[in-house]
């Protein structure tokens, strides 16, 4: 293992508000993690270089003026502009303003953390102007307020915090790189529909029967807009309804399986396993010791 080297100079306000975080065996195993998480009002001497940490960073500027140094570029960070870097490559940012930095940031990790970070690389620039900026300072500090009261259910809900932070990152990226196309009404019904009978048996021709269109077009249109296959959003929304009802319920697995739209336990239990690495039964178990 490569070792960590790390430089900084705290120089922050005295109520700036920087928590470690300690997560558990289930979390780490399963999903998006907190490893440290803050708010820092940086003053003029404030700096932090570091390499070889197994960590990912997202630092979004409130006020002020930061620079970052990052795989052999340097950048300026003004408000409303955040960054995503990988932790393992050398990095190093400070306040680059005599008016200071005022900073909100988390850094994460997880099973599926670096997957992210590789298509955000491939398809975004270093530096994003977030569409949304208070909405997505607001994450950060739902992130730092649920860090700070600690429940059964932070871990989880943090997961979904980080989740929304990183799908805002790449569909704000996205929009400086290319036009935004609009999903057509026909398909955002088609989506309304399926978020609503997800569980039901809808194949894709009785969608281009009920939506009067072309089930090739509609295939093919539906995965431009949407991602993935009609199949794959259905399936998708099986399993996170599965989730929750593994985690807050007491219903056998084969009840879940039913419940979610899917009759045979054997192929329920396959498709989960594929999309979440886990059976059903460890995944429950695993947030049961979070109780």
Not at 12 to 31: C, E, G, Q, R, Y
Not at 37 to 45: H, V, Y
Not at 229 to 245: D, F, G
Request: proline content about 3%; some cysteine; aromatic content about 12%.
């Amino acid at each position: 293992m490569r070792r960590l080297i790390e430089k900084y100079n705290c120089d922050i306000a005295k109520d700036s508000v920087w928590i470690h975080a300690s997560p558990s065996p289930a979390a780490k195993s399963t999903f998006f993690y907190v490893q440290e998480t803050g708010s820092f009002k940086c003053r003029s001497k404030y700096f932090t270089e570091r390499e070889n940490q197994n960590s990912f960073f997202i630092s979004y500027t409130l006020s002020g003026q930061g620079m970052l140094e990052y795989q052999g570029k340097t950048f300026t960070v003004s408000p409303g502009q955040a960054f995503f870097i990988d932790c393992m490559d050398h990095h190093l940012y400070k306040t680059d303003s005599g008016q200071g930095w005022d900073t909100c940031w988390v850094h994460f990790n997880g099973a599926n953390a670096r997957n992210y970070y590789a298509l955000f690389k491939k398809n975004c620039p270093t530096i994003v102007n977030v569409k949304d900026g208070p909405a997505f300072a607001k994450t950060i500090f739902d992130i730092i307020e649920r860090q700070t009261r600690f429940t059964a259910e932070t871990e989880l809900l943090c997961s979904s915090l980080i989740m929304s932070l990183l799908t805002d990152l790449l569909r704000s990226a996205s929009s400086q790189l290319v036009p935004i196309t609009t999903m057509p009404a026909y398909l955002q019904r088609v989506v309304a529909y399926l978020d609503k009978h997800f569980a039901e048996s809808v194949s894709l021709d009785d969608l281009a029967a009920m939506f009067s269109v072309s089930k090739y077009h509609l295939a093919r249109r539906f995965k431009q807009h949407v991602g993935i296959s009609v199949h794959e959003y259905q399936i998708r929304l099986r399993i996170n309804l599965a989730k929750a009802l593994l985690t807050s319920s007491a219903l056998p697995i084969s009840d879940i399986a039913r419940t979610v739209g899917i009759d045979h336990v054997s192929h329920f239990i396959s498709l989960f396993k594929t999309r979440v690495n886990d059976t059903p039964l460890s995944y429950r178990k695993k947030w049961q010791h979070l109780d």
